[in-house]
């Protein structure tokens, strides 16, 4: 590393407190604005944040055959997944140890033996090396040919319910530590076909111009739905009216964001920085998963478990993974660029087995409002690049208030919804639709703490 940089960077690990208030006592917390908009922090991120713990990598149904791959990243290290001929699957660095070309360069694909593309290098789906080119003409030395010229594994691999996490080192906690109690929450996607998910074809990316924390926090920020998504409520509102009046008329319908209004919802925040949003549905017979709701009940689905299935709710799990269950649901995974830079990638998901009637109902209710073309999602973009371009370069206002609404309602430990189901968050904010941002504080405060390690 540059010189120039490193004390950049070491000066920046010796200033953490100077970007956040958090003084609960006094009614305080809040984050500067260089989180947002410092190049040089953002490379601390991508070391102590993204490429020292889990991250979510992809889902098993994207590999349902031998010998499929699909690549992807954790933080700034290419990885590879792949099923072998046995169905095992394994991630690896996407790179070929002999020179460190990418190996696998399309997204995924299905290829038992993958060659690289600059000496032919050739590998099989299980990271074996299977061909060394011209190695008769090699001159290798004994030692040289008795090494392993495999691909490179990650450090840990783990598979919950179908939702593949991977991390570089191997000196992390277990995942199911590292998930803690917010597995009830996958649980209540993946107990929704005794088959699993699996993630519809369709998949999304793109990429807006603004900091990745800008879409963990509008994932749980309900304050904007009312005034970003006026015109899609004016627009269901509209369909709404169309529809009371046409006799047969197709009812499938998108959410209402109206209906939603003074309705009971809260959030949790967990250890290692997940959050949870958590609403109540007042129209759950508008829900794809409603026609198999008696099936569920009839498989042994627990009735707890089921009631949590219609809920709206969106899942944040630090740093990159996001559920969202409202309009249909939805898979988002964020990958940051550069501090202004961001890349989205948005998946539908769906119980296997699910209905042609709500397979048909859940489509049209995901295109309606999620992804570029969605009615909503180029709202939210529009606002990250307003901040990114507009109001993070304003030099007279370093601290952004956006962390009080909530303040007074927020209690530590579980509210009395979270014993019922068995969770032990540490800070609960329920009871009334209180639009809460203390909800933020749980992430701020494990990134906080996960650039502490660069201290030492």
């Keep these: 590393m540059d010189a120039k940089v490193r004390i950049t960077l070491e000066s920046l690990v010796n200033r953490l407190d100077d970007y956040f208030i958090d003084d609960p006592d006094a009614g305080r917390f809040n984050v500067h604005r260089d989180l947002f908009r410092d190049e040089e922090l953002f490379a601390l991120e991508m070391e102590h944040v993204f490429e020292a713990s889990w991250v979510f990598l992809g889902h ?3 590999l349902p055959e031998p010998h499929d791959y699909l690549t992807t990243h954790i933080g700034r290290q290419p990885v590879v997944i792949m099923r072998d001929e046995g169905g095992e699957l394994a991630a690896f660095l996407n790179v070929c140890p002999h020179r460190g070309t990418r190996l696998y360069p399309q997204r995924s694909g299905n290829s038992p033996v993958q060659m690289c593309p600059y000496h032919a290098w050739c590998f099989d789906s299980a990271g074996n090396n299977v061909k060394l080119k011209d190695q008769e003409l090699g001159c290798y030395t004994e030692e040289f040919l008795q090494g392993d010229h495999g691909l490179i594994s990650i450090g840990q691999f783990e598979n919950y319910q179908g939702f593949l996490f991977g991390a570089l080192r191997s000196e992390v906690p277990t995942l199911f530590e590292y998930l803690g109690d917010t597995r009830f929450f996958i649980d209540t996607f993946a107990q929704q076909s005794a088959d699993g998910m699996e993630i519809l074809p369709g998949e999304v ?35 709404q009216a169309r529809e009371n009046e046409a006799a047969g008329s197709d009812k499938v319908k998108a959410v209402n964001l109206n209906s939603l209004s003074g309705l009971a919802s809260g959030t949790y925040t967990f250890d290692h920085g997940h959050t949870v949003f958590w609403g109540t549905d007042p129209a759950k017979e508008n829900r794809a998963l409603w026609s198999m709701r008696d099936d569920l009940l009839a498989r042994g689905v627990e009735p707890l478990t089921v009631d949590w299935m219609f809920r709206p709710r969106v899942i944040n799990f630090f740093p990159n993974m996001q559920f969202v269950d409202s309009a249909s649901l939805q898979l988002r995974i964020i990958r940051p660029l550069s501090a202004q830079k961001t890349e989205m990638t948005m998946l539908c998901l769906a119980p296997k087995g699910e209905p042609r009637e709500g397979r048909r109902r859940r489509l049209r209710q995901y295109e309606d409002f999620y992804n570029a073309s969605g009615i909503a999602t180029p709202d939210d973009v529009a606002c990250y690049e307003d901040i990114g371009h507009g109001g993070l370069a304003a030099s007279s206002q370093d601290w952004i208030q956006g962390f009080a609404r909530g303040m007074e309602n927020v209690i530590a430990g579980p509210d009395e919804l979270a014993k019922e189901i068995g969770i032990n968050p540490l800070h609960s904010s329920s009871g009334v639709q209180v639009q809460d941002e203390t909800v933020f504080r749980g992430f701020y405060r494990e990134w906080r703490s996960r650039m502490e390690v660069a201290k030492s």
């Design 205 to 239: 990316s793109y990429t807006y111009e603004g900091n990745w924390k800008m879409q963990v926090e509008n994932t749980m920020d309900i304050y904007h739905l009312t005034s970003v998504h006026a015109t899609f409520a004016k627009i269901v509102g509209e369909r």
């Design 60 to 62: 098993e149904s994207q």
